[in-house]
């Protein structure tokens, strides 16, 4: 069995696991660097919107005497530092391999997936926090201009999430789609504490906490948001498999090269917004060394060259006389 990588000169060369390809190359001037970029641009937006309308939310809140409005925007400002973490994890996943990294620092990214829906959790048990307490200390009514601000706060968050969430979504970065959900989360304890000071204005006296109790409500849709996202950032993190499609496009993409018999394992992480994986190809044992060589560089190739985003590729080529795999697939036949 035998692993290779490509040189960059154009010559073939005994791989080494440790130093990644040039397809990895962060710099590259290629179209999805150009979403990066805007992934980048969208999570510095967000960061600059937080802070802009938690100072907002605080300010009227104390103002006008709406406590749901306060907590809304103590939400707001936790979102100011997820909103940092996603935007440090996507510039750090953007560095290039180096001798103590030699994959790459695309985990950075993933790290910041598993932060965000932390700070959502947490944000949602400090708003609970805060409702309970404000229940159990009855305040005045809020005033009636507080609903024109969560009313413009609702419009600007759903319009941030959707914005994020179609670039994470697009460049599979679950740090942007979880600063998203932020943004939704937002928008729902924004919607909540809107019907509950409508409800505290209309009703009048008894009804002064009915923000809080709305506010209240909102926590538990955010929980559920923040578990949501976690499990996934968890796997990632973890090296979970990749979906069983994507590994079915893989194991196409290597079959359909002329000389590969079978695709015996395929092995894929994902590591940042691009994919590292290991292929087991089996050719002819009647080929020579340098043809399974060349039959395994041209599988790499179209690998790298698919619409796959796909980072580096080890393509280990195997005779088929040799191949063995056990009911587990683990391959069986000594390397």
């Known amino acids: 069995m035998m692993a290779f990588r490509e040189d960059p000169g154009g010559s073939e060369v005994a791989s080494d696991p440790g130093r990644p390809s040039d397809s990895s190359d962060p710099t590259d001037e290629s179209e999805p660097m150009t979403t990066f970029a805007a992934g980048l641009r969208a999570s510095g937006l967000s960061i600059a919107v937080n802070l802009s309308l938690a100072l907002v939310k605080v300010l009227t809140g104390l103002v006008g005497n709406s406590y749901a409005l306060v907590a809304d925007g103590i939400e707001s400002a936790t979102d100011v530092v997820s909103s940092a973490v996603v935007w440090g994890g996507l510039r750090i996943s953007l560095r290039p391999p180096d001798r103590t990294h030699p994959y790459g620092h695309g985990k950075a990214e993933s790290i910041a997936a598993v932060l965000v829906p932390l700070f959502l959790l947490a944000a949602a048990l400090l708003i609970a926090v805060q409702s309970v307490r404000e229940i159990r200390n009855p305040h005045g009514s809020p005033a009636w201009y507080t609903l024109l601000v969560l009313g413009v706060v609702i419009v600007i968050k ?74 996934p950032a968890v796997d990632e993190v973890m090296d979970a498999a990749v979906s069983e499609e994507v590994e079915r496009q893989i ?85």
């Open 158 to 231: 759903e319009t941030m999430f959707r914005r994020l969430d179609r670039i994470g979504h697009d460049l599979r970065s679950g740090a942007l789609k979880g600063d998203a959900w932020h943004h939704r989360s937002d928008a729902i304890t924004s919607f909540a504490a809107f019907v509950g000071i409508s409800i505290a204005l209309i009703g009048g006296e008894g009804y002064e906490e009915a923000d809080d109790w709305a506010a209240l409500v909102a926590c538990g849709v955010i929980l559920y948001s923040g578990f949501r996202l976690l499990r």
């Open 251 to 335: 194991r196409e993409i290597a079959s359909s090269v002329p000389g590969v018999a079978q695709v015996e394992k395929c092995r894929v992480r994902k590591s940042g917004l691009g994919l590292l994986m290991d292929i087991h190809v089996v050719v002819s044992g009647g080929l020579s060394v340098r043809e399974g060589h060349r039959i395994g560089h041209e599988a790499k190739d179209r690998l790298l060259a698919s619409h796959l985003p796909i980072s580096d590729v080890v393509v280990h080529v195997e005779p088929d006389d040799l191949s063995h795999v056990c009911e587990g697939g683990v391959d069986q036949t000594p390397s």
